[in-house]
């Protein structure tokens, strides 16, 4: 696993992905860019001090530290939605840059991307703010933000990474039986989230973890490949090689059929 996440970091910066990974970045800040501009116009609305320019000042002091502070909660339901847009781009150029042998996944349909990656969203924020509404409890909050989103992150993009090859049922249904692997795939996600600006690589770098853990822990549907195992002594030669005829090895002779005497002369 460590291996797959060392793959996917050096390939996130790499000249492979460096293209996606720059119209990533940029969509992901003009998201929190209009939700900034969203709350300060909705304060400037709501909140109106004409008589006291102090207070308005004092407010809107607060109010970015607020927003600054809050969009560390963002981060996360940002990633998701911005993965779900450029997860085949990320995806295929993985697969074709380190499994070149093997047959390529085929492009989510954009409806059923776009619901996935809209119902996603909505979940990472919702629990994303709770962990928020926990500020007041010290450490609960930073171990629930981190749990919680290394499942979250690495439940989202290892279904985007498998239904490439699945449907959506069995993309599922292959996370839940490699639900302990993927679960801890999420903790080398989830700690770039504390880390300001590096942490706008998480839809790449997440994707092409997944993308890795994906092809090294199942089979590719149909085909057997995928597994990043060596089959078990004799069991190719077992399979490949059809056990030999057994030879035809000659028998006793056959008892010669009794012939009456000569009649004496």
């Keep these: 696993m460590l291996a797959a996440a060392y793959d996917a970091l050096r390939q996130t910066f790499s000249p492979l992905l460096r293209g996606v990974l720059l119209k990533s970045i940029a969509l992901a800040l003009v998201i929190l860019l209009a939700v900034a501009v969203l709350f300060e116009s909705a304060l400037a609305y709501f909140v109106d001090t004409p008589f006291h320019p102090w207070v308005d000042a004092t407010i809107a002091v607060i109010a970015a530290l607020g927003l600054l502070f809050a969009a560390f909660y963002l981060v996360p ?9 450029f997860v ?8 074709a840059a380190s499994y070149p042998d093997d047959p390529g996944g085929r492009p989510l349909p954009f409806l059923r991307s776009l619901v996935y990656t809209i119902r996603f969203f909505g979940l990472v924020l919702l629990v994303n703010l709770a962990a928020l509404a926990l500020l007041l409890v010290p450490g609960v909050n930073i171990v629930v933000f981190l749990v919680a989103n290394a499942y979250l992150l690495s439940r989202e993009y290892f279904e985007l990474a498998a239904m490439r090859y699945r449907t959506p049922e069995e993309a599922r249904a292959l ?3 490699h639900a302990v692997s993927v679960f801890i795939a999420g903790f080398l996600i989830a700690p770039i989230l504390f880390i300001p600006i590096l942490n706008l690589i998480i839809p790449v770098y997440g994707t092409a973890l997944m993308v890795h853990l994906h092809r090294r822990i199942a089979p590719l549907p149909g085909t057997g490949q995928g597994s990043g195992k060596a089959p078990e002594d004799g069991a190719a030669a077992g399979e490949a090689i059809s056990a030999p005829a057994p ?3 000659p028998g006793p002779p056959a008892a010669l059929p009794h012939m009456p005497a000569d009649p004496p002369a």
Excluded at 77 to 85: I, N, P, W
Excluded at 88 to 95: G, L, M, S
Aim: no cysteine.
């Design 77 to 85: 339901a940002v990633s998701s939605m911005v993965a779900g847009l």
């Design 88 to 95: 085949d781009d990320v995806a295929k150029r993985v697969e």
């Design 175 to 177: 996370r839940k039986a």
């Design 247 to 249: 030879s035809a090895l």
